[in-house]
């Protein structure tokens, strides 16, 4: 019987591992059927998380958290989730792909989200070097410079008015001529002079250089082929939520979430099951940055710590 | 006018002010008397920020965040700020204390909160150094050690069920023979086998070297005098909330407050007044912890970003 089943490793699951480590919980493994370290790890520069100063990669940034977060005592193990289910004993099961099960006092369920592609030629290749899907992160990067955004939803008009505070210009591309969005944001979206709004487009092609993106070609509804030479393309067109693991057998999820597929959570980062936590990206609110995720994961392993503490 | 005033210069304080800067915000001022930096730097070592190895003290690690956090804008003012205000525009007035008024479009408020001291001997001398106010942060420090625990309220009783289980030994020390906690957490204090009580009891003195502290005097009810040798003592007499800024003329406060007098927030950082966030230490289910304090500092952040954005 684990502790804690720490469910995913980037940045919320390492600290939570951390935390719950050093917090005196014994036996807490880390499920992450991957490499530690999490979406960051595929950007090419990072320069807001604090205290990571100089020019570091996501990678370079990751590189040190799981030896920092398993010295106290965290087990990596190198498997696939399936799912995570409530006994009737208040414990947990935790399903793994290969059909055997781990059960558990607590659970901090941090697997994340995944935004979507859009599916133009270039967008893997040029991913983390010109095409990136979070403004936050990377708007910084193309200061004074423009770039395209694709997309016609709330995200996407709200991350273009967060690049057209940064940019000289952004073509805001987007495949109808209405957006799914708030009318005041679509009007601010309008009456930002340096937002140019392309519609009824598709974006065909990323290209680019060995320095990254170049340009960008986009198909126009007319049949015409327009190509405008930026050095970033911001693609925001839906995010998947790793929540598959919270799935039940019956089709239901474990424990309550919002219409968007995220897990409800509090200030202690608890969900509506006792005993059950999420951080990180993949819970509601969530601002998607590493500081965030870590902070995140050291507030649901306190919560864990205490619980175990306080139930068994 | 300023489009964000940022109160505080810790963890929280400097996060923000990266990524309001950064975030293309052009007029930011972070209002911080002091060195910025924050609690931690006192502290003589700290382990889990996650990314920071290696045997660092609170200083170190919190060394490269201004000038990180200050590359992209950030302005910072060693004033003291006396009152944060709303004006009946919606904007708000920082009254500093030579009594010059700055305006700003929002305001992010993270001036943190300060332990209590329980005022023996040698608590400032060895504070950071065998004295802690923090079981979170330094009781790892003391694994497989003895420490003690001054206070007999629900953050001592809690805090000494979190080191009971890496201390070989908690000492619980309260001038009481009752305790102010919940039932269930007294009952699992005084079952839990390596706890001692010494209540009727009020510490004296703290004794140490040049090394830290080595021991504890503490004076009973009976008049006697007991000594016990322990590397560590952790104090938890309650704790100050800094919101004297947020105290209003008439004596209410700005915005709403939890009775510890902590400020109320959602997970976006918002408090019950439009344009006003907190971050840190100061707010409502607070863990203290840097990594947590500056992801609320981030998050606090971009909402300030996008409040600004959509009201001027």
Known sequence: ????????????????????TRGGLDNVTMFEKGMPGGQIT???????????TGHISGMDLMIPWPE????????HEMSEVSRVSRNEDG????????????KAKSVIVCTGSAPKRAGFIGEDVYFGRGVSTCAT????????????????????????????????KVYLIHRRDTFRSAPSTIERVKNSPNIELI????????????????????????????????????????????NQVLIQEDGSFLCDMTQWG?????????TSISGLFAAGDMRESAPKQVVCAAGDGA?????????VDGHH
């Open 199 to 242: 519609v009824n487009a598709v974006p065909e092609e990323v290209i680019g250089d060995k320095m990254g993106v170049t340009g960008i070609r986009i198909a126009l509804k007319s049949g015409e082929i327009r190509q405008i030479d930026i050095p970033g393309v911001f693609v925001f067109v839906g995010n998947n939520v790793n």
């Open 137 to 168: 992160c990377d708007g910084f990067f193309y200061k004074n410079k423009e770039v395209a955004v694709i997309g016609g939803g709330d995200t996407a008009l709200e991350e273009a008015l967060y690049l057209a505070k940064i940019c000289t």
């Open 42 to 52: 595929m950007s090419s520069e990072i320069e807001n998380y604090p205290g990571a």
């Open 68 to 75: 920092q977060c398993q010295r106290f005592g965290l087990k």
């Open 262 to 270: 995220e897990v409800k959570v509090d200030l202690s980062m608890k």
């Open 1 to 20: 019987m684990l502790d804690c089943a720490i469910i995913g490793g980037g940045p919320a699951g390492l600290t939570a591992g951390l935390y719950t």
């Open 91 to 102: 414990t947990f099961s935790i399903l793994k792909s290969d059909g055997s099960i781990d």
């Open 299 to 307: 507030v649901a392993a306190l919560q864990a710590i205490a619980y």
